[in-house]
């Protein structure tokens, strides 16, 4: 812990009016107005995030964690205050909650900075928000705890066990193949998502939510509680308690988050099978604090770490299994010996001594033994080549193992809106051997770099009974999706990268194995076609607000993604 002779509670911060006596005068006649006495202004403040919003059905059950929270800080002897920051649902966002990331995490850290508190409690869960969350607190630094939403439930469709969102797109892909109808796939609608919550498979969230009680930022046992189930108010009862422990300790996210700390979550990403989404997050949050999740050190760790959890899309089942199965905890003993145990937490113990308190193994069937694991390693690799100087991802533990050693032609859609228009064209001339190549989806030619890297089948090939085949582009794909698909190629075509100079025709060739991604096209036609190249017109409305601050600092994937002036230098 490091020493704070900072002033305490409503002193913190006060605002600049020339006199200081005044400025804490006027804010507690204020604050007075919401009805606080004077002993309740003495004591530790705790800030509560709020990211309830109308659109966020993954923040659903927020009101009733933000009352469990104050309940844990009241009994513990603090004053618990929210505050509302801003809130982004993947569904609900455009162009995506990615161009919006960055505004969040902004937003969060002014706030936090902005108002006086002693410690603060984030609350997230839907899939940027979480990231966002972390990035804004760690580049704050208060004394930071963490706690999620939680997983929705399964639904059932017509005795079939589905859930958000590995079979939204499984059920669509159906649809669009011509085996749901349209009445159909609308009574799909009604059961994929039954409750509140965030999706229930190993999506962006459940991943992010997983990585973070891995990295010590939450406490134990609370990743995978899912929504509904009242050991969720539990947990936040004793996160809100925790949360005026960690303000009398002065205990910021910079005295427990090390270097470690990241290993340990990247370590927890490719033994849950976890989104690729989480590589560019892991990379922006450590990068908050000068901290390492490079595409190295992933596909390093990677090599070396077995896949373990048995839920879609890597493998069948639901994080409300998980949660049966133990949550986190057996899967950190499967690969306990490959941890930073020493590593501090947020409980005031390090991570091996909150492993060694959790509850006794139990017989189950969703976390497998390290000795029999749904894959010896490699869930995701880091690829570069003559398309990908700068890297690219694929979760080889989703892949099609046939299309792991692979070449073939490029069908090439320039944009989005290509793809739209084209993709079902009965006159699109592909096959199943080709590749298929989408542009300008990366983080500036987008903007906001989508999930649209999880490219549908040509319809002509669906309606065949072609489940997969290898797609590539500079965009990212969600974490509940699955296929031979490889993303964030990086330089993004946006910014010069040679996936902007692919052609229809060209030869791409991808060995897993070797971890490369090449264009087998000359040196000498590359050259002829970069001379001859001509960079897209700049977006509609990119001259002004936040288009502009993000179009003119946003990095690559392999950097998070996140604004250059955010950054350590």
Same mark, same amino acid.
């Given at each position: 812990m490091s020493e704070n002779n900072d002033p305490k509670? &409503?002193?913190?911060?006060?605002?600049?009016?020339?006199?200081?006596?005044?400025?804490?005068?006027?804010?507690?006649?204020?604050?007075?107005?919401? $009805?606080?006495?004077?002993?309740? +202004?003495?004591?530790?403040?705790v800030g509560i995030v709020d990211t309830y919003s109308g659109y966020n059905a993954c923040h659903a059950n927020v009101p009733d964690i933000i009352e469990a929270v104050k309940r844990g800080v009241m009994l513990a002897g603090g004053l618990p205050v929210t505050f509302p920051v801003i809130s982004i649902h993947e569904s609900f966002a455009?162009?995506?909650?990615?161009?919006?990331?960055?505004?969040?995490?902004?937003?969060? #850290? #002014?706030?936090?900075?902005?108002?006086?508190?002693?410690?603060?409690?984030?609350?997230?869960?839907?899939?940027?928000?979480?990231?966002?969350?972390?990035?804004?607190?760690?580049?704050?630094?208060?004394?930071?705890?963490?706690?999620?939403?939680?997983? &929705?439930?399964?639904?059932?469709?017509?005795?079939?066990?589905?859930?958000?969102?590995?079979?939204?797109?499984?059920?669509?892909?159906?649809?669009?193949?011509?085996?749901?109808?349209?009445?159909?796939?609308?009574?799909?609608?009604?059961? +994929?998502?039954?409750?509140?919550?965030?999706?229930?498979? &190993?999506?962006?969230?459940s991943t992010m939510a997983l990585m973070s009680e891995a990295m010590g930022i939450m406490l134990p046992e609370g990743a995978a509680i899912p929504a509904v189930m009242s050991d969720r108010m539990r947990h936040a009862e004793e996160t809100g308690s925790r949360a005026v422990s960690i303000a009398a300790e002065n205990l910021k996210p910079s005295d427990i988050i090390t270097q470690d700390s990241i290993n340990n979550a990247l370590r927890t990403l490719q033994a849950i099978g976890g989104s690729t989404n989480a590589i560019v997050h892991i990379a922006a949050v450590a990068g908050r604090l000068g901290l390492d999740a490079s595409l190295n050190r992933l596909d390093a760790i990677g090599k070396e770490t077995p896949v373990l959890v048995d839920l879609k899309p890597a493998g069948k089942n639901y994080m409300e299994d998980l949660y049966r199965a133990g949550g986190l905890a057996p899967v950190l003993r499967e690969i306990e010996s490959s941890l930073a145990l020493d590593a501090k937490t947020v409980t005031g113990k390090t991570l091996g001594e909150n492993l060694a308190a959790s509850p006794a193994a139990w017989a189950q069937e969703i976390v497998k033994p390290?000795?029999?694991?749904?894959?010896?390693?490699e869930?995701?690799?880091?690829l570069r080549g003559s398309l990908a100087p700068n890297g690219a991802v694929l979760?080889?533990?989703?892949?099609?193992?046939?299309?792991?050693?692979?070449?073939?032609?490029?069908?090439?859609? *320039?944009?989005?809106?290509? +793809?739209?228009?084209?993709?079902?064209? *009965? @006159?699109?001339?592909?096959?199943?051997?080709?590749v298929?190549?989408?542009?300008?989806?990366?983080?500036?030619?987008?903007?906001?770099?989508?999930?649209? $890297?999880?490219?549908?089948?040509?319809?002509?090939?669906?309606?065949?009974?072609?489940?997969?085949?290898?797609?590539?582009?500079?965009?990212?794909?969600?974490?509940?999706?699955?296929?031979?698909?490889?993303?964030?190629?990086?330089? #993004?075509? =946006?910014?010069?990268?040679?996936? =902007?100079?692919?052609?229809?025709? @060209?030869?791409?060739?991808?060995?897993?194995?070797?971890?490369?991604?090449?264009? %087998?096209?000359?040196? *000498?036609? &590359?050259? =002829?076609?970069?001379?001859?190249?001509?960079?897209?017109?700049?977006?509609?409305?990119?001259?002004?607000?936040?288009?502009?601050?993000?179009?003119?600092?946003?990095?690559?994937? #392999?950097?998070? %993604?996140?604004?250059?002036?955010?950054?350590?230098?």
């Open positions: 509670g &409503m002193k913190r911060g006060l605002t600049r009016y020339g006199d200081e006596a005044f400025s804490l005068f006027l804010r507690k006649a204020f604050i007075k107005a919401m $009805g606080y006495t004077e002993d309740a +202004l003495s004591r530790p403040i455009y162009p995506t909650s990615m161009f919006l990331r960055n505004l969040m995490s902004m937003d969060v #850290e #002014e706030m936090i900075k902005a108002q006086p508190m002693d410690s603060v409690v984030l609350i997230g869960g839907c899939d940027k928000t979480v990231p966002a969350l972390l990035m804004g607190a760690f580049s704050a630094d208060c004394p930071t705890i963490l706690e999620v939403t939680g997983p &929705m439930m399964a639904g059932n469709l017509r005795g079939e066990r589905i859930g958000a969102c590995t079979d939204c797109r499984r059920l669509w892909g159906m649809h669009r193949a011509g085996e749901i109808d349209a009445a159909g796939i609308e009574a799909a609608s009604e059961k +994929l998502v039954p409750s509140a919550g965030t999706c229930g498979v &190993m999506g962006t969230a390290a000795s029999a694991p749904l894959a010896k390693n869930g995701m690799i880091a979760k080889k533990a989703a892949a099609s193992p046939d299309l792991l050693q692979f070449e073939g032609r490029a069908v090439v859609f *320039e944009d989005l809106e290509d +793809l739209a228009e084209r993709i079902d064209s *009965e @006159d699109l001339d592909v096959t199943k051997d080709d298929i190549v989408l542009k300008h989806a990366g983080p500036k030619g987008a903007p906001g770099m989508p999930e649209a $890297g999880y490219i549908p089948i040509p319809i002509k090939l669906a309606r065949k009974g072609v489940k997969d085949m290898l797609r590539l582009s500079d965009a990212r794909m969600s974490g509940t999706a699955f296929g031979t698909i490889i993303l964030h190629i990086s330089p #993004e075509s =946006a910014d010069g990268g040679p996936l =902007a100079l692919v052609e229809n025709g @060209d030869i791409i060739k991808l060995d897993a194995d070797a971890r490369t991604l090449d264009l %087998c096209v000359s040196d *000498e036609e &590359m050259a =002829a076609r970069r001379a001859r190249y001509t960079p897209r017109p700049p977006h509609a409305g990119s001259d002004r607000g936040y288009l502009k601050l993000y179009l003119d600092t946003v990095t690559q994937a #392999e950097d998070g %993604c996140d604004f250059d002036f955010l950054i350590p230098k």
